[in-house]
């Protein structure tokens, strides 16, 4: 039975399986560090990191370890022998959960989804009511903290009712808070990037625009700045949806201008910090891409992989930005030094290098690569029709035959299956990560 220090992945991210040391650097990781502490020492965090990690994170990190002892729904179901002392502690919250002042279940809840158990949040938090919301922020940042584990998981769901939990918030949160700007922001990143509706965007622009006036005056110098990163960050996705290229590049200068003016003082903002300056810069190299420019898009993501190392999500886009400039020997080589780095997206790092490998001729390489991503996801057709392509040409019946076998079977399960039931890797995409990660303002 493979052991939590078995293989890197395992130990990097052993918070995961039982709440053990934080042996990872990733902004998740910490995020995990800082639930937990704000909820042993009773206190509150003033901000934490806004990635949003799913579900399927937490199933590719057992699949990928073997760590098949740790696959579990709820915390409650680790077996004894397997806690830690932090993992036995956390649970005796859940286990009373009913009792506990509402802020000290909103600790609870955010450790719960930086742990990626989003269903199970949803499960212990009801849908609050507008007037609940209205009448108290904790309430209210108790319903955003549940509307970020319903946004995070309707990628599975296929449904959108998260919207309309995101837009009570938005709508109804005391006046001022952080909550409602937050849930304000979102609903301008929905509108625009997920329904492309313009004037509901623009709308909620205004709305938050004012809100942040209003709230202003009571914040810090790093409260302000991150903020104000996070807001260009958001609302600059209105002059995208315009087309006005200028207007966006002007919008993502605020943000990126604000970002580097975060000075922090402790550790909690080092990395709250760290990782707010590599989002912007994602948003920025996607700009770059936008904007025809792949040189500074290459020199912006390259940026983001210096800042965050061990992010394999990272090493993915700079790989893809270089099979956009053609150069795929070394788009090859990024692309498996992601796989070293675990999920997400280690069988659609595998399958991104065997297609650069293929297109250079080395077609060894690139069924060496197809089959690895097979061994992660073997329902991947995508994979298996490119392996069928190239198998005839590497001289080995037996690949010919297995592969044309597989597509066969995997082509009549599809006809039979819903769509999302069959992994399919689409080139120069990385829509697998889509449904591993979600950048939400918190």
């Known amino acids: 039975m493979a052991t939590l220090n078995s293989s890197p992945i395992a130990w990097l991210n052993r918070q995961y399986f039982d709440l053990g040391p934080l042996n990872g650097g990733k902004p998740h990781h910490y995020g995990i560090e800082f639930s937990y502490n704000s909820l042993i020492n009773n206190k509150t965090l003033p901000y934490t990191v806004q990635v949003n990690i799913s579900p399927f994170f937490r199933e590719s990190l057992v699949k990928e370890t073997g760590m098949f002892q740790y696959h579990i729904d709820h915390p409650l179901q680790l077996a004894k022998e397997l806690r830690t002392e932090?993992?036995?502690?956390?649970?005796?919250?859940?286990?009373?959960?009913?009792?506990?002042?509402?802020?000290?279940?909103?600790?609870?809840?955010?450790?719960?989804?930086?742990?990626?158990?989003?269903?199970?949040?949803?499960?212990?938090?009801?849908?609050?009511?507008?007037?609940?919301?209205?009448?108290?922020?904790?309430?209210?940042?108790?319903?955003?903290?549940?509307?970020?584990?319903?946004?995070?998981?309707?990628?599975?769901?296929?449904?959108?009712?998260?919207?309309?939990?995101?837009?009570?918030?938005?709508?109804?949160?005391p006046s001022g808070s952080k909550v409602k700007i937050n849930a304000g922001l979102q609903m301008v990143v929905e509108y625009a990037k997920t329904f492309g509706d313009l004037a509901a965007a623009e709308f909620w622009r205004e709305v938050v625009t004012k809100d942040i006036q209003e709230l202003k005056p009571s914040l810090n110098d790093f409260e302000f700045n991150l903020l104000m990163s996070m807001y260009y960050r958001s609302v600059s996705f209105v002059p995208f949806l315009r087309r006005d290229k200028q207007k966006v590049v002007e919008e993502m200068d605020l943000c990126e201008s604000h970002a580097r003016s975060l000075n922090p003082e402790n550790e909690l903002q080092q990395i709250v910090a760290r990782e707010n300056l590599s989002l912007?810069?994602?948003?920025?190299?996607?700009?770059?891409?936008?904007?025809?420019?792949?040189?500074?898009?290459?020199?912006?993501?390259?940026?983001?992989?210096?800042?965050?190392?061990?992010?394999?999500?990272?090493?993915?886009?700079?790989?893809?930005?270089?099979?956009?400039?053609?150069?795929?020997?070394?788009?090859?080589?990024?692309?498996?030094?992601?796989?070293?780095?675990?999920?997400?997206g280690t069988p659609v790092a595998w399958f991104m290098a065997g297609q650069c490998h293929e297109k250079i001729g080395e077609l060894e390489l690139a069924s060496d690569c197809y089959l690895a991503s097979l061994q992660i996801e073997p329902e991947a057709i995508s994979v298996v029709k490119h392996l069928s392509n190239i198998a005839p040409r590497l001289g080995n019946p037996g690949l010919v035959n297995w592969s044309n076998l597989r597509l066969a079977e995997l082509e009549e399960q599809q006809q039979k299956l819903q769509p999302k039931a069959a992994p399919k890797f689409q080139s120069e995409s990385l829509s697998a990560l889509k449904r591993s990660a979600d950048k939400v303002l918190v």
């Open 280 to 344: 912007c810069m994602e948003s920025r190299s996607k700009e770059s891409i936008w904007l025809k420019d792949l040189d500074l898009a290459e020199e912006r993501v390259r940026l983001i992989v210096q800042i965050e190392p061990l992010e394999p999500r990272y090493h993915l886009e700079l790989a893809e930005v270089l099979s956009k400039q053609g150069k795929l020997e070394e788009a090859a080589k990024v692309y498996r030094s992601a796989t070293r780095l675990g999920p997400p």
């Open 86 to 173: 932090r993992w036995e502690k956390f649970c005796e919250y859940l286990a009373n959960y009913q009792e506990l002042p509402n802020l000290t279940k909103l600790r609870v809840m955010n450790l719960l989804r930086s742990l990626c158990f989003h269903r199970v949040v949803k499960e212990y938090i009801p849908e609050i009511s507008s007037a609940e919301i209205a009448s108290d922020v904790e309430l209210a940042t108790l319903a955003w903290c549940r509307a970020l584990s319903s946004l995070i998981t309707h990628f599975d769901d296929r449904t959108f009712d998260y919207i309309q939990e995101i837009e009570a918030i938005a709508t109804h949160a």
